[in-house]
């Protein structure tokens, strides 16, 4: 890899209903030269050495033993998401592969709904909303 070249990211797709975010896709390209599945699968040999990340966006791609083993630089999975349970810590792990995850992304906004659903149900909101 050229010592300018931006690292490798494996991301499912951009846009869409599965796809990485459209306003996440110019701080991700600061960053990494993005690639996506379909071009990483028209590709495997050129691209599987150029790959040093896979970023998990709504639980996809999904985390193989196949796809880890097609990605010999690979270095992190980075999850969007607070959990993990879609993945194989274990088998990851053993690629000498690193999960990230954000635990607290969501954690504000969780606490604000749960209180907000707790006072309509004191308050019986729902029930005096008449349409």
Same mark, same amino acid.
Request: aromatic letters at 4%; charged letters at 20%.
């Given at each position: 890899? *050229?010592?300018?070249?931006?690292?490798?990211?494996?991301?499912?797709?951009?846009?869409? !209903?599965?796809?990485?975010?459209?306003?996440?896709? *110019?701080?991700?390209?600061?960053?990494?030269?993005?690639? !996506?599945?379909?071009?990483?699968?028209?590709?495997?040999?050129?691209?599987?050495?150029?790959?040093?990340?896979?970023?998990?966006?709504?639980?996809?791609?999904?985390?193989?033993?196949?796809?880890?083993?097609?990605?010999?630089?690979?270095?992190?999975?980075?999850?969007?998401?607070?959990?993990?349970?879609?993945?194989?810590?274990?088998?990851?792990?053993?690629?000498?592969?690193?999960?990230?995850?954000?635990?607290?992304?969501?954690?504000?906004? !969780?606490?604000?709904?749960?209180? *907000?659903?707790?006072?309509?149900?004191?308050?019986?909101?729902?029930?005096?909303?008449?349409?």
């Amino acid at each position: 890899m *050229a010592e300018h070249e931006l690292p490798g990211v494996l991301i499912l797709d951009i846009g869409g !209903t599965q796809g990485v975010l459209a306003n996440h896709v *110019a701080l991700l390209k600061k960053h990494f030269c993005l690639i !996506t599945m379909k071009e990483f699968l028209a590709n495997k040999k050129e691209m599987s050495k150029k790959i040093q990340s896979v970023f998990v966006f709504e639980c996809r791609p999904t985390i193989d033993r196949e796809l880890l083993e097609s990605l010999p630089n690979l270095k992190v999975i980075a999850n969007s998401g607070v959990g993990v349970d879609h993945l194989d810590l274990k088998m990851i792990s053993s690629f000498g592969v690193k999960v990230t995850n954000t635990p607290q992304a969501v954690a504000d906004s !969780t606490a604000d709904i749960g209180m *907000a659903l707790m006072l309509a149900s004191a308050r019986r909101l729902v029930e005096g909303n008449v349409l």
